[in-house]
Structures are given as structure tokens and as C-alpha cells.
């Protein structure tokens, strides 16, 4: 079993629907999460940052972290054709030398 | 915007040769990362430093090494390019403001033909 899975997509929705993005985790000791976004050939850029359990809100977007689960969540609300872009979630047990985690990012596409 | 410039930006190089990619910070961050993008892989962590002199393999570290001669530079080589190697190279930093989180270079394409 991998460390992070995350569904490849890809992900096409019209322009204002809801977004949901998933990963699933197998290590319980995981307790910062990330959620970068990455436009076509660029490199990834932090989108959203949340420690253990719980809710993060920024604007449209909504990071959800369920330790009990090993699952975490982003929501894309009122979603924009600039939306579309591959999402990578990312996580790590913190420290010093503490790595991130990649999943291995969704494609979204956010058709007008 | 973590000021990280990557070099060359793209680059085309043939099978054996030595290829050597790098990465400038001017953010004074302790560590950096070089990570490679593929299909179906995600991003895979090579080498990473912990600070000048101090640096460890990650995932996959096989065929490749790395310097850190200064706080603001980090070399990734490819001591005899193959075409395994070919993929999109990303270098990144972590500094004590940024918490857990690291920022990501503009991305470093090399074919290996």
C-alpha cells in the first residue's frame, strides 16, 4: 500500500460547481497536510496548509483533515476555468527532517 | 514567491554525458530539496540538504548526487545521463518561517536522448 493515494482524475466540471479532492493515508504519524495547486508546467504552489484534525477555510477553497479516517479533503467552491490545474495533496509527520509525502496529484479541468 | 531560480530551464543531452542542474535561493532557507516529476510516479524526492556540506538521498537517489557548497546553491548532478533520467526536475526550499511547508522552483526539463 502506498504512504498517500490519490485519484488521478482526470476531473472535468462546469464552471461553479462544487469540488471535492481526496486523499487517503496509511501513516497515523502524519500530522501537517497540504494541498498544493499545479498549472501546466510550472512548479507546485502552496495552496493550503493545516495541522491534525479539522477545517481550514481561504476564500473558495476548504481543506478538511479526518485523522480518525486517514482522509483529507479539499473543496473547491463556485469553481473557475482558473481552477483548472493538477492538485497534489502533501503530508508529513513534521521534525526537523520531517519529508513531505506526495500524492501523486488530480487533474482538474473546469470547463465554461 | 520563495525566490528560487532554477538553471538551466531546459536542456537536451545524450546518453552518458554528465548533467548538472542547479538551484539559487535568496531566501537564506536551511534546507532544500530536489525533486523529479513524472507520469504515474508524482513527485519523488532525490537529495535533499539540511544545510551547507549536510545533505541525505531520498527515494530516489540512484545515478544522481549532490553539492552544497553555499547556503544559496544547490547542484544536482547526473554523473552519466540515461534516458530513464529524462523528466522534469524541481528544486525546493523550507525555512524556519515556513513550517512544515516547502516552495517549489519553476522546474528544470532534461531529455536524455
Known amino acids: 500500500q502506498k504512504e498517500v493515494e490519490q485519484d488521478p482524475g482526470p476531473l472535468s466540471v462546469p464552471e461553479g460547481a462544487i469540488v471535492s479532492l481526496n486523499c487517503t493515508y496509511s501513516n497515523s504519524a502524519f500530522q501537517y497536510f497540504m494541498w498544493y495547486r499545479q498549472y501546466s508546467r510550472k512548479g507546485p504552489e502552496l495552496l493550503m496548509y493545516t495541522y491534525s484534525s479539522g477545517n481550514k477555510e481561504d476564500g473558495r477553497f476548504t481543506a478538511q483533515v479526518d485523522k480518525s479516517s486517514k482522509y483529507i479533503s479539499l473543496f473547491i467552491r463556485d469553481s473557475q476555468p482558473s481552477d483548472s490545474a493538477t492538485y497534489l495533496c502533501?503530508?508529513?509527520?513534521?521534525?526537523?527532517?520531517?519529508?513531505?509525502?506526495f500524492g501523486k496529484g488530480t487533474k482538474l479541468s473546469v470547463k465554461p | 514567491d520563495a525566490g528560487i531560480t532554477q538553471s538551466p530551464r531546459h536542456k537536451v543531452t545524450e546518453t552518458g554525458t554528465p548533467v548538472t542542474l542547479r538551484c539559487h535561493q535568496t531566501e537564506n532557507h536551511r534546507y532544500m530539496y530536489w525533486y523529479r516529476q513524472d507520469p504515474g510516479h508524482g513527485l519523488r524526492l532525490i537529495h535533499y540538504s539540511y544545510g551547507v556540506k549536510d545533505t541525505d538521498k531520498g527515494e530516489v537517489s540512484d545515478g544522481y548526487s549532490v553539492s552544497r557548497s553555499k547556503t544559496e546553491d544547490f547542484l544536482l548532478t547526473l554523473e552519466s545521463a540515461t534516458s530513464s533520467q529524462t523528466s522534469v526536475y524541481f528544486c525546493?526550499?523550507?525555512?524556519?518561517?515556513?513550517?512544515?511547508?516547502?516552495?517549489f522552483g519553476e522546474g528544470s526539463w532534461l531529455t536524455v536522448v
Open positions: 525546493a526550499t523550507r525555512g524556519p518561517l515556513s513550517g512544515n511547508t516547502i516552495y
Open positions: 502533501a503530508m508529513t509527520n513534521g521534525g526537523s527532517q520531517g519529508n513531505l509525502i
